[in-house]
Structures are given as structure tokens and as C-alpha cells.
């Protein structure tokens, strides 16, 4: 174990040093640097048994295989799918939590959404070897998608509740459903479907909170719900080649292409890793879906899925058991890193072809193996298959930098005891009405283990304080906005602010791995602070690591 004491050390001219120790396309999507979306045939592209969304005929024949091999997964799938059937699916304003095997809302729809997955899973992967099963779970994925669709006014979820955020619930849920469990559903559900399906996107487009900026929780189930509506209906819906269109050319080709180009290369999410996990995965499902529904694979120009798997293994805490806690953290979290996203982009990267789904499942199966799988059974049977070689992700490098969003982990090693920290300098990227991306361009965090040792104090304060210590976070960045909790630096009478890349040129250059030490500069931080009052005219911060032990700051 390496000792350590927080010394700040003698001044020097100018500067302040601290130091810790402790497939032809259109375009030119394929050259280098571009931005060009690629613009393939936009004809449907179906497996062999009329699946649209994610399961083409490989990825259900290996499933199928799995299943008849008796997978512990599919076993647990099955029973929890046979289940369902006997179960009373309650509209949204029943009872939002009954017990097993009966289902509820949940969350603005979040208790509706595995069980869609888990029955139409059930009913594709025993189709053709049990007929009678596959009518079940095809009777009560029909059940639950009526109770999804059920109008306002009859019981249903009105689309404008809390601006839309239950579009990432609803249409996705009842957009792949209707895919899956087609066979399944008389001409009178499915239209019923459309009906709903068509009223949360119609709403969601002219309404949607945050409904044009790409960065964010809200547009990513926006995203994956209105992709996957226009793949699985069409040509049922009258309204799915124009949703189609506006994903092609505004929310992806205008908005998140561009966007996740220029801010998110190697991964990250502005908002923090308790909205990360659900948003990344939700974007990854959409390139896949993407991929599978139209032939167009847009993930090989933005490796989205292959970058997030390897940050989310750099920027966990040594023991596992944390994740890095910049970005929005409410009270009573204790923020660990996601086992169902790792499995999610592991599956999503094997699917893919990417060799980089070995060390991926290494990871997720660590974490799994460290706090326990937070993920759902359906995800457990479509993404992880035990049979499959893994590389221990500890062959990754001992450190890692997103340069779109300007973030450096560095580590002692690969060990639950070692020493990790981070050093993060870049723009405001998150969609500007949510807010959850903080102010703290140019701090500076450490850990050793699973003890912080120079904390993020806006992510630790609500973990450590609760309800009180999210409130005063909250009052800091929001309220009083005096921005004074971080660790880095602040200017009396001026606070750091939302300032985009447009505006903003703070980034991180000269990264360097060198075994000994890694060195990353932070440039144009001064572009992160107001304006008004005393102004910051230049700010530039070097970050040196010296393994195993020490952290040396320069401004």
C-alpha cells in the first residue's frame, strides 16, 4: 500500500503546484476525420423469420442454440416468462409496484419495459420447439402491450407526464414489442399500438423536453424509441417512413452524429454515471437497431459502443465497487459502476464483431462478481454467453483519455487496491435544459482502493451527506450558484458556466503514457468562466501522475 499525505508545495512564479501522494455508401463516412453519415438503401432489412430489431439470424439462432443447450440464463428467462403468464398486468394508474408474477408501471413505464423484453424474447427463442409456450408468452406479451397502449383518458400514461421522460419506457417497450411479438398480435392490437406509439412521438416532437439536444438522457430514449417505431411498423404505420426520415436526416445525421463526433470520442457521459448507464446503452441500441432494421451500419464510423465499454472500465473505481462521481448524483446513491450496461455493450461489441468484446465480458463478469447483477433477466440471456472465450481487461493500459469529452484515468495498476485518479479539462456538452453536467473543468480526483482520497465534492457530498448533502450540491450549482464546490480552482465574484464547445476551447493536449509517469495539459480553462465580475484571462493546468504514488498540478 502506498502512503499518503496532501502537501501543497512552495509557490513558484506564475504558477501554483500541488501535489498528491497516495456497405457502399453515399458520403465519405469511411475517411478519415469525417463526419458524413452514411446513407445506405433504406429498405427494410428482416431476419428470415420477420425480425426487425436486434435479433437477425444469428444472433437468434445462437440464442436458440443456447436455449436448447439448457442455459442457466435462458433457464431463469423461462421460468421467469412462464410466470408471467398467469400474471395481472395493471394499467398505468393502478398499482404501479404489485408483486411477481403481476406487473405494474413502475417508473413512468419502467416496470413494463423488461417484462415486453422477457416475453417477446421467450416467444422467438422457443418458436418452432414449443408451440404451446410460444402461444402463451405471445397472449401475455399482447396483454401488456394493450395495457401500455391504453389511452389517458382510459387509465393510460399521458405522453406529456414529466415532459416525456417515460418515451424511453413506452416506445421503446411497445416498439419492440410489436416487432417481437408481431405474430402474436391480432390486426385490431397492432393498430392499437401504432395509435399509441404515433401519440408519444408526435408529442414528444413538438413537445419533448430536450427534444434537440443530442447530449442527454431525455434524447436518447427520444432517439431509440422513434428509430425503433419507424423500423418495426413500417409499412403497418402510415406515419413510419417520416419518422424514419427525421431520424436519418435531423436527430442523428444534424443533431447526434455531429455532436457525439466532436464531444464523446472515447466515451463519457457529461450527465454522470447514474443517468450514464441507461443513456449510453440506449444509444448503443439504437446503432444496433440501426444496423439490424436498415443494413446501415453507422456504428462503424462512431465506435460508440467499442468507446464506452473501454471507459467505463477505466474511470470504475480500483476496488470496483464506485464509479467515477462527476455529473448529477442524487442522495442515498452509492454509485457503482453498472453491471447490465458492461454486459449490454459487451453483447452489443460480440454482436458486432468487435474482438474487443473479450475483455468487455471479463469486465462485466468482475463486476457482477464484485456487487451483484443489477441488470434484468432478458438482458443476462441476450447479451451474456458463458460459452464464449474472455481476455482479462486488465491487459488494458494503466491509463485512458476521451478526448472528445477531455477526461484522463490514470492507475497505479490493475489491482482492487491500487491507486486511480482522473483529471478532467472540456466544454459544457450536456443538453443545456438538463443541467446534470456540473462545474468542474480542471479538477482533479484520487482514490485509493475504495477510499477517496481528493473527492469530487459534488459527486461524494450526496453519497456521503444524503438528502442534505444533495440539497446543498444542488443550492451550490443551482441555486445561490456560487460554484464553489470543487477541488480546483475559483475566482471570487465569477463561477464557471455552460459554455459549448462552440464558445468554449478548453480541452485536454499532450497526453502522454510514459510507464513511469502519464502528463495531460488542460488549455483554454478560463473559457469555462463567466464573464461578469472578476474575469479569468488564462488558465492552463498540467497534470503529472508519477506511479505508483504521487500527483503533481501546475497551473
Known amino acids: 500500500m502506498v502512503g499518503h499525505a496532501l502537501r501543497w508545495l512552495s509557490p513558484i512564479p506564475f504558477g501554483l503546484v500541488m501535489a498528491v501522494s497516495v456497405s457502399a455508401c453515399n458520403g465519405d463516412a469511411n475517411s478519415p476525420g469525417s463526419a458524413a453519415v452514411k446513407t445506405c438503401s433504406v429498405s427494410q432489412a428482416v431476419s428470415s423469420v420477420g425480425v426487425r430489431l436486434y435479433l437477425d439470424d444469428t444472433v437468434l439462432g445462437a440464442l436458440q442454440q443456447r436455449a436448447a443447450a439448457n442455459d442457466a440464463a435462458w433457464v431463469a428467462l423461462r421460468a421467469h416468462c412462464d410466470a408471467l403468464t398467469g400474471g395481472t398486468f ?33 416467444y422467438r427463442v422457443v418458436h418452432g420447439t414449443d408451440a404451446q409456450a410460444e402461444a402463451n408468452y405471445g397472449a401475455a ?5 394493450m395495457v401500455m397502449a391504453t389511452p389517458a383518458s382510459s387509465g393510460g400514461q399521458a405522453p406529456s407526464t414529466d415532459d416525456g421522460y417515460g418515451i424511453r419506457n413506452y416506445g421503446v417497450a411497445m416498439a419492440t414489442g410489436y416487432d417481437w411479438l408481431g405474430p402474436a398480435l391480432s ?33 436518447a430514449g427520444y432517439l431509440l424509441a ?56 440506449e444509444t448503443a441500441q439504437f446503432l444496433w437497431a440501426v444496423k439490424t432494421g436498415k443494413g446501415m451500419d453507422w456504428g462503424s464510423a462512431l465506435p460508440l459502443a467499442h468507446d464506452e465499454a473501454s471507459y467505463v472500465r477505466a474511470f470504475a473505481w480500483p476496488s470496483l465497487k464506485h464509479m467515477d462521481d462527476q455529473g448529477t448524483i442524487h442522495s442515498q446513491t452509492r454509485l457503482a459502476p453498472s453491471s447490465s450496461a458492461a454486459r449490454a455493450l459487451a453483447g452489443i461489441l460480440q454482436y458486432s464483431g468487435d474482438p474487443a468484446a473479450a475483455s468487455a465480458r471479463s469486465y462485466a463478469a468482475d463486476l457482477i462478481a464484485t ?20 481476455q482479462p481487461y486488465t491487459a488494458d493500459p494503466l491509463s485512458y483519455f476521451a478526448t472528445g469529452p477531455g477526461h484522463v484515468a490514470v492507475r497505479s495498476e490493475w489491482q482492487k487496491d491500487a491507486v486511480w485518479g482522473t483529471f ?44 442534505a448533502g444533495e440539497t446543498f450540491v444542488y443550492d451550490d450549482s ?16 465569477t463561477t464557471q458556466e455552460q459554455v459549448a464547445p462552440g464558445t468554449s476551447k478548453t480541452h ?48
Open 90 to 122: 395493471n394499467l398505468p394508474s393502478g398499482n404501479a409496484y404489485p408483486d411477481l408474477p403481476d406487473v405494474g408501471q413502475g417508473y413512468e413505464g419502467d416496470g413494463y419495459l423488461p417484462e415486453v423484453m422477457s416475453l417477446g424474447l421467450c
Open 141 to 145: 406479451g399482447a396483454r401488456l402491450l
Open 187 to 219: 390486426a385490431s392490437q397492432k393498430q392499437s399500438v401504432v395509435t399509441s406509439l404515433n401519440a408519444w412521438i408526435d408529442w414528444y416532437d413538438g413537445n419533448g423536453f430536450s427534444n434537440s439536444e443530442p447530449i442527454g438522457n431525455y434524447f
Open 226 to 281: 422513434k428509430a425503433a417505431t419507424a423500423i418495426a411498423t413500417d409499412p403497418d404505420n402510415a406515419n413510419a417512413a417520416t419518422y424514419w426520415s427525421d431520424v436519418q436526416t435531423r436527430m442523428w445525421g444534424q443533431l447526434g452524429q455531429p455532436a457525439y463526433a466532436a464531444s464523446m470520442g472515447g466515451g463519457g457521459w457529461p450527465e454522470g454515471w447514474e443517468y450514464g448507464p441507461r443513456a449510453v446503452e
Open 371 to 390: 456487487n451483484g447483477d443489477d441488470g434484468a433477466l432478458w438482458d443476462a440471456f441476450l447479451y451474456a454467453d458463458p460459452t464464449l472465450p474472455t
Open 424 to 467: 478532467v479539462a472540456g466544454p459544457y456538452i450536456d443538453a443545456p435544459d438538463s443541467g446534470e453536467q456540473l462545474f468542474n473543468q480542471g479538477s482533479v480526483a484520487v482514490v485509493e482502493g475504495d477510499q477517496p482520497i481528493l473527492v469530487n465534492a459534488t459527486g461524494w457530498l450526496p453519497q456521503a451527506g444524503g438528502n
Open 478 to 493: 443551482w441555486g445561490s450558484k456560487t460554484r464553489l464546490l470543487n477541488n480546483t480552482f475559483y475566482v471570487a465574484g
Open 508 to 555: 485536454v493536449e499532450k497526453y502522454e503514457e510514459e510507464g513511469a509517469f502519464v502528463h495531460a495539459r488542460g488549455l483554454h480553462i478560463a473559457d469555462m468562466y463567466g464573464t461578469n465580475g472578476v474575469g479569468v484571462s488564462q488558465f492552463t493546468r498540467d497534470f503529472t501522475y508519477v506511479r505508483p504514488g504521487i500527483f503533481v498540478v501546475y497551473d
